[in-house]
């Protein structure tokens, strides 16, 4: 079992759809959660980062963390075809001191007009 | 543009071969991530260098190494290659002046390793 999984997709949305994208973790030790943008052919860049549990919005983009069940998600509102791209999510934790990241594998968004 | 840089884009080699792959960091920056993307398998972490240092090992193969010059840029050196090293190889930077994955790490634009 891999210690991140997320559905790969590809999921395809209308243009002002509201998208959720979730990823299932089973490192309990994880406390930092990050989501990843990646469009075709270039690097991933950072959308969102939250610390432990709870809510983190910004503009459009609101993360949550569930750490007793494991699961974070991403929310995109008013999707636009702009947000086509591969979204990853990435953990780590400070148990041994490192800025390892584990990412999930990616989910493919289309967002048609 | 995230202010790392990465050479080459491509590179197209044959198995068996060594191949150098080269990254700069963003100006500041004391941490570099060397990362391996494949479609089956994702994004995975190599390797970190901190300020000349090797920080932390991920799912490196033997046949790969790593280092970090005095002026912070680094190389990721695989030999031996076989077909299934085929990915693109990412390369981030971050200041990581702390002890934990606080940092933002950005994304170099990636090399493309094609293995024949």
């Known amino acids: 079992q891999k210690e991140v999984e997320q559905d790969p997709g590809p999921l395809s949305v209308p243009e002002g759809a509201i998208v959720s994208l979730n990823c299932t973790y089973s490192?309990?030790?994880?406390?930092?959660f990050m989501w990843y943008r990646q469009y075709s052919r270039k690097g991933p860049e950072l959308l969102m980062y939250t610390y432990s549990s709870g809510n983190k919005e910004d503009g459009r983009f609101t993360a949550q963390v569930d750490k007793s069940s494991k699961y974070i998600s991403l929310f995109i509102r008013d999707s636009q075809p702009s947000d086509s791209a591969t979204y990853l999510c990435?953990?780590?934790?400070?148990?041994?001191?490192?800025?390892?990241?584990?990412f999930g594998t990616g989910t493919r968004l289309q967002v048609f007009p | 543009d995230s202010g790392v840089t990465q050479t080459p884009k491509h590179l197209i080699t044959a198995t068996g071969q060594r191949v150098t792959l080269r990254c700069s960091p963003r100006?500041?920056?004391?941490?570099v991530y060397w990362y391996q993307q494949s479609l089956d398998q994702g994004l995975q972490f190599l390797i970190q260098?901190?300020?000349?240092?090797?920080?932390a090992k991920g799912n490196i193969l033997e046949r790969f190494s790593a280092q970090q010059f005095p002026d912070l840029h680094s190389e990721l050196n695989l030999s031996s290659l076989e077909l299934g090293d085929s990915a693109l190889y990412f390369c981030a930077s971050s200041v990581s002046v702390g002890p934990v994955g606080t940092d933002t790490q950005y994304f170099g634009p990636g090399t493309r390793l094609t293995v024949l």
């Open positions: 100006s500041g920056d004391l941490s």
């Open positions: 990435a953990m780590s934790g400070d148990w041994d001191n490192t800025d390892k990241l584990i």
């Open positions: 260098y901190y300020n000349g240092e090797e920080r």
């Open positions: 490192n309990s030790a994880f406390q930092y």
